[in-house]
């Protein structure tokens, strides 16, 4: 299992501020996220999701990764 942190506006869209996942591939895990959560419609595409630290393409496997974070834009000084 790999647990995806949520943060700012991605928090509040889904709710919590974390949860785990046992999705194939990071584009699997996009596509339920979305399903079970309406509110990240439009954020989601916007968001940086990190896999363990990195950005990676949809069809990365997640098997074996500890985290996911989900990361909107931010502002800020």
Known sequence: MTTVRF???AQEAVGQDALL???GTLGDLKASLLA???A????????????DGARVQD???LAGATTVDV???FAGG
């Open 71 to 73: 990361l909107p834009p």
């Open 36 to 38: 079970d959560h309406p």
């Open 59 to 61: 069809d990365h496997a």
């Open 21 to 23: 996942t046992d999705a």
């Open 40 to 51: 990240l419609h439009g954020l989601l595409s916007r968001c940086a999701v990190l896999v």
């Open 7 to 9: 943060f700012a506006a």
